[in-house]
């Protein structure tokens, strides 16, 4: 008798496979291939340009540098940095895009999460529609959208958790109808993943999840609300145990010291916090474009037969609920910056299953407009994202060649604006340095609670704690006592950097950009 026992288990004939990709593939809906290829598209600012306008992208780029990089040497990050996991659930994001760089590198890493941001939100938006009775053609609008301020600012954690919320609430809605293993388990790694991700997307998952559950029914409590259970209590000792999560709670009641905006300047500043991102008016028309066929869309769908179930009227709950967040909180609390802000954006987002597309050539003719418009918004975007790095970028490239690898830097941006976008896309432009050639770079939120790493004792930059807040948008407060001799390099874009020649000399200058050496004894040091 041969022998068995051990052997791997026999791979399935060529003609097994060639039948179990075919019943998928003929398990799709047709018009999710249409889907894929508009949420592909949708995608593109992510990967049009190698330096897009996005203010914090740098910012996040080098966290994931550090993290993914941290045993490697040639980085020197160990010397500096210990990582804080356990303090933050702030986390999931760069975990994430460590993982996918092990494959395609820290860049396209992160160009593979934005894309999840830019082309899952559709995606996902579509699956709470059908869950909710609603058209799926509804999930077009969302498009003109994604390109909002708070992607531009570069809150990625934020808008990633966007779309991951809309599939948690799909899948709830799903669990409530018909609770299964798989929808049990499935809403519960999605709640896990929310919470890790930002918790703005996970307090209105959690509203949506509160508003659509099955109240009437005490018999299906248990096995609705047992997926979140996970997520909860993972909440409750963030918010209990954690300096993070302690400063996060106190955001929801405004104190002395926080700045609730008054409603008079409030309602006039709403848009400045959607989409307002270009200089020129090209957004506003966009806005203005998306808004008409919004209206179209109603005024032509009345008098057809409305097929959404009954979750979709306590689902309305999300969108208000959005309105009553960004009158009544803060703009900021304590390092927590863009609080009410963010508001607005998820209430026109989360709006959009209220609204309903007509049959037939009605909606045929609706559907070409939307696209239409969500095609515009994006070549839109793309054209100015190419315009950016094309005339205003500079080379930063040669800066960041003309320091060596795992130094001490800082970034003083004195000319953070830019002529194409609105805010300011250059702010942690310093930070590149770091994710190619590592070391230290201020600014950085290494030592604030919620941040996954640290310096070691006795590594921190001066004054000796973590960075003051606003160190990054004050470079003129910047003294030359907090750069010498800590400091190796410093890299300018603008002027106003005038040290002493004892302490830093110019070493290199190109387009926009200027690098600074620390003079060491015995005068300058060798490039």
Partial sequence: MPETTGSPAPSPPPSQVGAA????????EPSTYFYVFVAFVATAPAWIVRYPPIQ???????TIRVIHSYSDPAYGFQNDFAMTFGRTQYVLYYLVASFFAYFVGVVNANILLMCGYLGGTPLALRALLKALGKDERLCILVIPLLINVMFMFGLLPFVMGIPVMFWALAVSVRHFEKPTRKTGILLAVLALILFHLHVFPFGIFGLGFAAMFPWSKPQKWIVAGAPTIPALLLMARWTLFTDAGRLSAGAIRPGPLDHVAPINTAIPGAFQWLTDVFHDTSDEVTMIALVAVAFLLVGLSQGDRDKSKPAARAYALLPIACIFFYFT?????????LIAQRFPILCLMTGIPLLRMPQGMRG??????????????????????????LEEVGDIDGAIEAIPPAQ?????????????????????????????KGGVIEFTYAGYAHWPFDFKPGKYPPPGGPARGRWEWTPDQVSIRELYPYYDYVVTRGNGFKPPSDAFQATWHGDKWTVWKRVGPGGLATP
Avoid: M
Avoid at 378 to 388: D, G, L, R, S
């Fill in 364 to 389: 045929i003719f609706a559907t070409v407009l939307a696209l239409g418009v969500a095609l515009g918004s994006t070549v839109n975007t793309c054209k100015h994202f190419i315009e950016f790095q």
């Fill in 408 to 436: 001490h830097v800082a970034a003083l941006i004195y000319d953070r604006g830019s002529n194409v976008t609105n805010w300011a896309p250059f702010l942690h432009f310093g930070s590149y340095y770091q994710l190619k």
């Fill in 21 to 28: 990709l075919r019943h998928f593939f003929r398990s799709i």
């Fill in 329 to 337: 909180l803060a703009e900021g609390h304590g390092y927590i910056w």
């Fill in 56 to 62: 914090d992208l740098p910012f996040h780029l080098a």
